[in-house]
C-alpha cells in the first residue's frame, strides 16, 4: 500500500494507564444532555428584534406560478419583511452539485409544499399565521408522481449509467437455473427528533454569521456567500451540534440558512428560521425509493453464475445528491457475493416531488437488500437454507466487485460462521421448522444477512478534512476539526485520538463548535467517515506541534529526540519527565509554538466514474445479524424475536459510542423495512406528513432480545488506530429483519417460493404476502 | 395567574389564552431544556412532570397544554429535576448518562422526564419502562440503552423528584389569575355561565386533540373555556346498576378503574396514545371531537353505554352513545350543549367481552380497526351480541347484520364463518395513509374470527400468547 501523503506513520495501538483509546467514554456532551443544558441553534437566546421566517408553498406538484399576491401578508400583524425569488440578490440555485434547486420557487414550480416566498416577522406564530394569506395561483401541469411512470416515460434527472463486469447476459444463458424478480421499496424521512433550522447575525462587515443544525457547515457557508452575492469570507457558518441529521442535514439545511441569512442581511437584524414538523416534512428530501430488478443465473447448488439488475432510484424533482446516492446503491448491489458476471443498471428517476437526498446508508441500503432479496430466492429455487447459498456466494480475497475493485480483505466467511454458531442458527433454524409444522396462527421466520460496505465518499475530492489543535499554557487542550456533531460521538472519539497522541489526560481536551472560519473547506459529515478523516487530520496536527515539542524537549532533558516519550499525562526522555502542563509552560517560555493545524486526504482510492472500473473505497466494513420474528397470519402483525448481531469496527475507539451506533442504526433500518411508510396521493401531496401518520419504531420495536458484539479485528487499512467506520453499515443489518419476515411467510407455502413482500413490510403487506403464499398453489 | 415552575413561583399574566406551555417554558420562563420535536404530542420531546397540589407528578406534552390549564399547579422541567447531589443530578440523569442512553441528545430530556414520572411512582420492571416511554420517540439510539437506564436508576442515592414543589404550590392561590380570555371553571353551574356569556367559546378539556388546531394551523382562539377543572365532571360514579364517568375524566384514571373490570379494556387503552397523552386525554374529548377512528366510542357501543348531555340553559338529556355520532366529525351536539358524563350499565360490563386493536406500529398510534365485542351467553347458545368497530366507517359502528347472525345462535363454525363473512360485507370502508380498504375488510372479519373463538374456546390468540422458542 502507497505511503500516507500528509502524516507519518499511524503509532500502533499502546495500552496505558491513561490511553483513552478503545475505552467506552461517554459522549462529550452526556452529562449536558440529560440536564437540558446541551445548546441546540432553537434554544439560543433570541434578541428584542429578532425575526422569525416561514415559507408559503406552491400548491401544485408541477406547474407555473401565474400570480402572487403578498398585500395582505405585508400588512399581517408582525411582518416586517417579505421575499420571493426576484429578492435574492445572488445566485438564488443552492444545489449541491448539480444546478436545480431554487431557493424560493421562481416562476417553475417543482413540486407540492415547495417554498414560493418567504416572510420574516416578530414571532414563530406571527410568521405562520401570514404566509397563510398570501394568494397564489398556479398553472398546473401533468406531474409524474410514480415511479413507475417515471421510469416508463424515462423521466430522468441525470443519465443512465452502469456497471459491467465479464458477460453477464451470455453467463445467463448458460447457466443451468434462472430466476427474476423485482423489488418497490419505499423511502424514508429522516426524523431527526430537531428539525431544520438556522440563525443568522448580520455582522458589522455587511456578512452573516450563520448558527445552523448542518452536517456540511462549508456548503452552508458557501451557499448563504453565493445567495447574498458575497465573497465566502464574509460569512461563517458555526455548528455545535444537531439534534440528529443522518444524511437530512447535508444539504437539506442550506434552505433554512439561506433564508435567515437573506433577511439578517436585508433587515439587519437577528434572524431565526425553524422548519416546523409538518414543513419540515414536506419541504425537505428523504431517502429515495427505488424500483429494482434482478436476473440471477446459478446452478443447482445457488452458486451465481451471473447477474443483471436495474435499479431505478426516485430522485425526486432535482438531482441534488443522487448521483452518488443511485451509484452507491450500484456499489451494494453485489452486498457481498462475487456476482461473477454482472451488468448493474442505475437509473436515475425524475418525479414531481421533493428532491430526494441523503440517508445514512446513501443508497446503499437500496442496493443491498436487492442482492439479499435475490439470494433468498435462489436458496428457495434449489431449495437449500438461505445462509448455506450465502455462504457458498461469499467474496473471497482476490475476486472482483462489478466495479473493479479487488477484494483485499475477506472478513465475512469467519464473521457469519462464528454468528451462526454464537447465536445457534441451526439448531433454532430446525426447532423453527418443527414449530411452523405445528402451528398455523403463529409461524416463525429466521435469517442471517450480512453487510459489507464501502468506506470512502465516492466523489474523490471530498475525502480530506481538517482539524486545529491549541495547546494553552496550563496544559489544557483546545481541538477543533472539520466534522460536525450530531450524535454519532464523533467530538468524543477525535478527543480520544488526540489524547492517546499526545499521551494525556481525556478531560485536558475541549472540543468546540464546527466554524468555518477555524477549518475551511470541510467536507460533509458524511459517509461514515467522521472520525476517520477527522481522526487522521487531528492526530497530523498532533504530531506538527509534537515535533517542536520533541526538539524542546530533546534540548531540555539532554537526550535524543527519539527518546522523548508523551505518555501519562508526563513528557519525558529516559528516566526524566515532566507533568505535561509544566513541560507546556516551559516549552511556551521557550517561544515554541502549541498549536499547529493538521491535514488529512484518504490514500489510494481511485475510481473512474467514466470507465466504471477503478478503486472507489479505502476499505469495507462488514458485519452480520440473524434475525428471528414471528407473524400472526390473523392480522399479518408480528414481532422481532431475537436479534444477534457481529460486527467489524477494526479497533474501536469507543466500544460504547460503537455498540450505540450498531443497536441505533439498526433500529432505523428496522423502521425503515416496517413501520415507516411514506405515502403520496395522486396530486404529489405527502400525506404522510406528521408523526401522527408516520411511525418510527419506539421501545416496544426493539428485538425481544437484542445481542450485539463486535468482531474482534484490527482493519487490515492504515485507518485512525486501525479503527473502521461505523455511522452508516449497521443499519443494514436490519435486512436480516426483513429476510426473517419473509422467510416466516414463505412457510405458509413450504418455501417453495417467497411472496412478494416491498419495504417497508408494514403488517398489512405481511398479511397479504402470507395471503399470496397460502394461495401459492396457482404459481 | 402564577404557576411554580422548578420550585420557583412565576407570573404568566399578560400571556395569550392560547399560548402553549411549552412555548411559555422555553421563550418567556427562559427555559430551553425542553425540546419541541413535533408540537403535535407524538414525540414526547417535550415532556413535563405536572402536579397539583397534593398530587403525584404526572408526565404531560408541554406542546400541547395550554398554560391555562396549569395555573396553580407545579411543572418540573429537566432544569429542575433534583436529587441528592443537587440539580442536575437525578438518579435517572445519571442512570441515563451510565448507560450512554443519549446519542444527539435532542429527545433525552423528554425521556428523563418520562423516566422521572415512573421514578415518582417507583415503577419497576420493562412493561413498566416501556409503557412509560412508549410517547417518546428517540432516533438515535434504538432505546435498548434507555431501557436499561429505566432498570438501573433504582440503584442510585433515592432522590425526591420535585423537591419542596409541593409545599411551594400548596402554598399558592389555585385559581389564581389566568391569562385574560382563559376560562376554566371549577363547577357546572360556572361552566353554564360562561357558556350563555361566551356562545363562541372554544372548548377545550385535556387539549390532546383541541390544541393541534393551535400548534398545526396557528389558530388564536380567543376566549378559551377549559373543562378540565369542573368537579363534577372529574367525578367518577361507581354506582351498583351503572358506571358513570364524568367527561372530563383522563385516560390515566379509567386505567385504574377497568383494572379489574375489564382487563381487555385496559390492555387496549396501553395503547391508546401515551402515558403523556393518557394523562390529559379525556373520555368526553374522544366522544365529541367525532372522529371515526377513536378508540373510546367502539366499546362503549358494545356495552350500551349512554351519552349525557347538558346545555349552556342547564337542560340535560340523554342518549344511547350509538345515536350521538352523526357522519364524519359529526355529532349531535347543539351550540352551547357538552358532553357531562357517559353511563355504562354494569350488566353490560360484565358480559364476556374482547377489545382488540389493529394498528401500523404497536405502540401510541391511531387504529386501523377496533373491534370490541360483548355477548351474553345462555348455555349452548349466544344471547344478545354487540360487535362494534372503529375505523370501518365515517363513524364509530355496530355491525347489525353481523349482531343478528349471532344473537341466538350457536357459535359452531359456520356461524363464526357467516359471522365474519358478514363482517366484511356489510363495510366500504376508505383506503387512506394507515391501510388500504381491502385490509380493513380483512381486518374486520379476522379480528371478529378471533374474538370469537376466544370466546368459545378459552384460549388466547394474541401473537404474544405465543411461547417462546426452544431449540
Ligand atoms: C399523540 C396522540 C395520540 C393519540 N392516540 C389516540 C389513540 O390511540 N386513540 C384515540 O382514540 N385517540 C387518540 N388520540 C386522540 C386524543 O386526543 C383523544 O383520544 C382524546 O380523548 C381527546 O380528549 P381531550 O380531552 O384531550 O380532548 P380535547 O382536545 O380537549 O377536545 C377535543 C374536542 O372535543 C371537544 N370537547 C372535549 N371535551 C368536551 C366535552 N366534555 N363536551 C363537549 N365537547 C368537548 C373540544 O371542544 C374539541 O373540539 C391521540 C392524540 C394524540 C395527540
Ligand atoms: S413536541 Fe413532540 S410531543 Fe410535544
Ligand atoms: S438521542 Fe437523538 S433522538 Fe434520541
Not at chain 2, 411559555?24 to 425540546?35: E, I, Q, V
Not at chain 2, 440523569?93 to 423528554?110: L, R
Not at chain 2, 401515551?274 to 373510546?296: E, F, H, K, V, W
Not at chain 2, 349482531?403 to 370502508?429: K, M, N, Q, S, Y
Request: charged share 20%; glycine share 10%.
Amino acid at each position: 500500500m502507497r505511503k500516507l501523503a500528509a502524516q507519518g506513520p499511524v503509532p500502533p495501538a499502546r495500552e496505558g494507564a491513561t490511553d483513552p483509546v478503545g475505552r467506552g467514554l461517554p459522549q462529550d456532551s452526556a452529562w449536558r444532555h440529560v440536564a437540558g443544558t446541551a445548546v441546540y441553534v432553537d434554544d439560543m437566546p433570541t434578541y428584542p428584534n429578532q425575526l422569525h421566517v416561514a415559507t408559503g408553498r406552491a400548491t401544485v406538484a408541477r406547474g407555473r406560478l401565474t400570480r402572487l399576491d403578498l398585500s395582505r401578508v405585508r400588512s399581517a400583524p408582525g411582518v416586517v419583511d417579505v421575499v420571493c425569488a426576484a429578492d435574492i440578490p445572488g445566485n438564488g440555485d443552492i444545489a449541491p452539485v448539480f444546478d436545480g434547486d431554487p431557493l424560493l420557487a421562481d416562476g417553475e414550480l417543482l413540486y407540492l409544499g415547495q417554498p414560493v416566498f418567504a416572510v420574516a416577522a416578530t414571532s414563530f406564530e406571527a410568521a405562520q399565521q401570514a404566509v397563510t394569506l398570501a394568494e397564489i395561483d398556479c398553472e398546473p401541469l401533468e406531474a409524474i408522481v410514480a415511479l413507475t411512470a417515471a421510469v416508463e416515460s424515462e423521466y430522468y434527472v441525470l443519465p443512465p449509467h452502469e456497471f459491467c463486469l465479464r458477460e453477464p447476459e451470455a453467463a445467463l444463458l448458460a447457466a443451468p437455473l434462472s430466476l427474476g424478480g423485482e423489488l418497490h421499496m419505499a423511502g424514508q424521512e429522516h426524523f431527526y427528533l430537531e428539525g431544520q433550522v438556522a440563525t443568522a447575525e448580520p455582522t458589522e462587515e455587511g456578512g452573516v454569521h450563520v448558527y445552523s443544525s448542518s452536517q456540511h457547515p462549508s456548503e452552508v457557508q458557501k451557499l448563504v456567500a453565493g445567495v447574498l452575492g458575497l465573497p465566502i469570507h464574509a460569512v461563517q457558518a458555526e455548528v455545535r451540534r444537531m439534534g440528529g441529521g443522518f444524511g437530512g442535514k447535508e444539504s437539506q439545511a442550506a434552505m433554512p440558512a439561506c433564508l435567515a441569512a437573506l433577511f439578517a442581511v436585508r433587515t439587519r437584524r437577528p434572524v431565526r428560521h425553524r422548519l416546523p414538523r409538518r414543513d419540515d416534512m414536506v419541504q425537505t428530501g428523504k431517502r429515495h425509493p427505488f424500483w429494482n430488478r434482478y436476473r440471477a443465473g446459478f446452478d443447482e447448488q445457488g452458486r451465481l453464475h451471473g447477474v443483471t439488475m436495474r435499479l431505478a432510484g426516485d430522485c425526486g424533482c432535482s438531482p441534488d445528491l443522487s448521483q452518488g446516492i443511485v451509484d452507491r446503491a450500484m456499489f451494494h448491489a453485489d452486498n457481498a457475493y462475487n456476482l461473477q458476471a454482472a451488468r448493474i443498471q442505475g437509473v436515475y428517476c425524475r418525479t414531481d416531488k421533493v428532491s430526494n437526498t441523503a440517508f445514512r446508508g446513501f443508497g446503499g441500503p437500496q442496493g443491498l437488500i436487492t442482492a439479499e432479496a435475490m439470494l433468498d430466492d435462489v436458496a428457495r429455487r434449489v431449495g437449500r437454507d438461505p445462509l448455506d447459498v450465502r455462504l457458498d456466494n461469499l467474496y473471497a480475497e482476490g475476486d472482483l466487485t462489478p466495479y473493479g475493485q479487488p477484494i483485499e480483505e475477506s472478513v465475512l466467511p469467519d464473521l457469519m460462521r462464528q454468528l451462526a454458531d454464537d447465536c445457534d442458527y441451526r439448531a433454532r433454524r430446525e426447532a423453527i421448522a418443527r414449530f411452523n409444522g405445528e402451528n398455523n396462527d403463529v409461524r416463525r421466520g429466521l435469517a442471517l444477512t450480512p453487510v459489507k460496505f464501502g468506506i470512502s465518499f465516492t466523489a474523490k475530492h471530498l475525502n480530506q478534512a481538517g482539524a486545529l489543535v491549541h495547546i494553552y499554557t496550563d496544559g489544557s487542550i483546545h481541538l477543533n476539526h472539520g466534522g460536525t456533531e450530531m450524535g454519532q460521538g464523533l467530538h468524543t472519539k477525535v478527543a480520544q485520538v488526540v489524547a492517546r497522541a499526545l499521551g494525556v489526560r481525556f478531560e485536558r481536551i475541549l472540543v468546540s463548535a464546527t466554524r468555518t472560519d477555524k477549518v475551511p473547506n470541510t467536507s460533509p459529515t458524511a459517509a461514515s467517515s467522521g472520525a476517520d478523516m477527522n481522526g487522521m487530520a487531528a492526530l497530523n496536527a498532533c504530531n506538527r506541534i509534537k515535533r517542536g515539542l520533541v526538539a524542546f524537549a530533546a534540548e531540555h532533558f539532554g537526550c535524543d529526540e527519539g527518546e522523548v516519550v508523551f505518555a501519562d499525562d508526563r513528557v519525558g526522555a529516559g528516566g526524566d519527565s515532566l507533568p505535561f502542563e509544566a513541560f507546556i509552560k516551559l516549552a511556551y517560555l521557550a517561544r515554541v509554538s502549541l498549536s499547529a493545524n493538521g491535514f488529512y486526504r484518504t490514500p489510494v482510492i481511485d475510481f473512474d466514474r467514466d470507465a466504471a472500473w477503478g478503486r472507489p473505497f479505502y476499505y469495507f466494513a462488514n458485519g452480520a445479524a440473524c434475525s428471528q420474528v414471528r407473524v400472526s397470519a390473523l392480522t399479518g402483525e408480528y414481532r422481532v424475536e431475537r436479534v444477534d448481531i457481529l460486527h467489524d469496527v477494526g479497533d474501536s475507539l469507543n466500544p460504547a459510542i460503537d455498540l450505540g451506533q450498531i443497536e441505533g442504526g439498526f433500529v432505523q433500518g428496522l423502521g425503515w423495512l416496517t413501520t415507516e411508510e411514506l405515502a403520496w396521493d395522486d396530486t404529489g401531496r405527502l400525506v404522510s406528513d406528521s408523526p401522527a401518520n408516520y411511525k418510527i419504531p419506539t421501545a416496544f420495536d426493539l428485538p425481544e432480545a437484542f445481542n450485539v458484539r463486535l468482531f474482534d479485528r484490527a482493519n487490515h487499512a492504515e485507518t485512525i488506530y486501525r479503527s473502521k467506520a461505523v455511522g452508516e453499515p449497521p443499519l443494514m443489518l436490519a435486512v436480516s429483519s426483513w429476510c426473517a419476515l419473509r422467510d416466516a411467510c414463505a412457510s405458509f407455502c413450504d418455501y417453495r417460493f417467497n411472496p412478494r413482500l416491498d419495504p417497508p413490510a408494514t403488517p398489512e403487506r405481511v398479511y397479504w404476502a402470507i395471503e399470496e403464499a397460502r394461495a401459492g398453489g396457482d404459481r | 395567574m402564577q404557576l411554580t415552575v422548578n420550585g420557583v413561583p412565576i407570573d404568566a399574566t399578560g400571556s395569550a389564552p392560547s399560548q402553549t406551555l411549552l412555548r411559555f417554558l422555553r421563550t418567556r420562563a427562559g427555559l430551553p431544556g425542553t425540546k419541541e420535536g413535533c408540537a403535535s404530542g407524538d414525540c414526547g420531546a417535550c415532556t413535563v412532570l405536572l402536579a397539583g397540589p397534593g398530587e403525584a407528578p404526572r408526565a404531560v406534552n408541554s406542546c400541547i397544554t395550554l398554560l391555562g390549564s396549569v395555573a396553580g399547579e407545579t411543572v418540573v422541567t429537566v432544569e429542575g429535576l433534583a436529587g441528592s447531589e443537587g440539580p442536575g443530578r437525578h438518579p435517572v440523569q445519571a442512570a441515563m448518562v451510565d448507560c450512554h442512553g443519549s446519542q444527539c441528545g435532542f429527545c433525552t430530556p423528554g425521556f428523563v422526564m418520562s423516566l422521572a414520572g415512573l421514578y415518582a411512582a417507583d415503577g419497576r420492571g420493562d412493561d413498566a419502562i416501556r409503557e412509560a416511554i412508549a410517547g417518546n420517540l428517540c432516533r438515535c439510539t434504538g432505546y435498548r440503552p434507555i431501557l436499561e437506564a429505566g432498570r438501573r436508576m433504582y440503584d442510585y442515592p433515592p432522590a425526591p423528584v420535585v423537591p419542596e414543589c409541593g409545599a411551594l404550590a400548596a402554598g399558592l392561590n389555585h385559581s389564581g389569575a389566568l391569562p385574560a380570555g382563559y376560562h376554566r371553571p371549577r363547577d357546572e353551574a360556572a361552566l353554564q355561565r360562561l357558556l350563555r356569556e361566551y356562545p363562541k367559546a372554544w372548548l377545550v378539556a385535556g387539549g390532546t386533540d383541541a390544541v393541534l388546531e393551535l400548534t398545526q394551523r396557528y389558530a388564536a382562539p380567543d376566549p378559551v373555556l377549559d373543562l378540565s377543572a369542573v368537579a363534577e365532571l372529574c367525578t367518577i360514579d361507581d354506582g351498583t346498576d351503572a358506571l358513570r364517568l364524568g367527561a372530563a375524566v383522563p385516560y390515566s384514571r379509567l386505567e385504574q378503574l377497568f383494572a379489574t373490570l375489564s382487563p381487555p379494556l385496559v390492555a387496549m387503552l396501553e395503547r391508546l396514545g401515551s402515558r403523556q397523552i393518557r394523562n390529559r386525554g379525556t373520555l368526553g374529548g374522544n366522544l365529541a371531537n367525532g372522529s371515526p377512528i377513536a378508540d373510546m366510542p367502539p366499546v362503549l357501543l358494545a356495552w350500551d353505554a349512554t351519552v349525557e348531555l347538558a346545555g349552556a340553559d342547564g337542560g340535560r338529556r340523554s342518549i344511547p352513545v350509538a345515536a350521538f355520532h352523526r357522519g364524519y366529525r359529526d355529532t349531535v351536539l347543539a351550540p352551547g350543549e357538552y358532553v357531562a358524563a357517559v353511563t355504562i350499565p354494569r350488566a353490560a360490563l360484565a358480559r364476556p367481552h374482547r377489545i382488540f386493536k389493529l394498528s401500523k406500529r404497536f405502540e401510541d398510534d391511531i387504529s386501523t380497526v377496533l373491534l370490541a365485542v360483548s355477548m351474553e351467553r345462555e348455555g349452548e347458545r349466544l344471547g344478545a351480541a354487540r360487535v362494534a368497530y372503529g375505523g370501518m366507517a365515517a363513524t364509530p359502528l355496530r355491525a347489525a347484520a353481523v349482531e343478528e347472525i349471532l344473537t341466538g345462535a350457536t357459535l359452531d363454525d359456520a356461524t363464526i364463518e357467516r359471522a365474519c363473512a358478514a363482517a366484511t360485507a356489510v363495510f366500504t370502508p376508505i383506503d387512506d395513509v394507515r391501510a388500504s380498504a381491502a385490509y380493513r375488510r380483512a381486518m374486520a372479519a379476522a379480528l371478529l374470527r378471533r374474538a370469537l373463538r376466544e370466546l368459545r374456546e378459552g384460549v388466547d390468540l394474541d401473537i404474544d400468547a405465543v411461547e417462546a422458542l426452544h431449540a
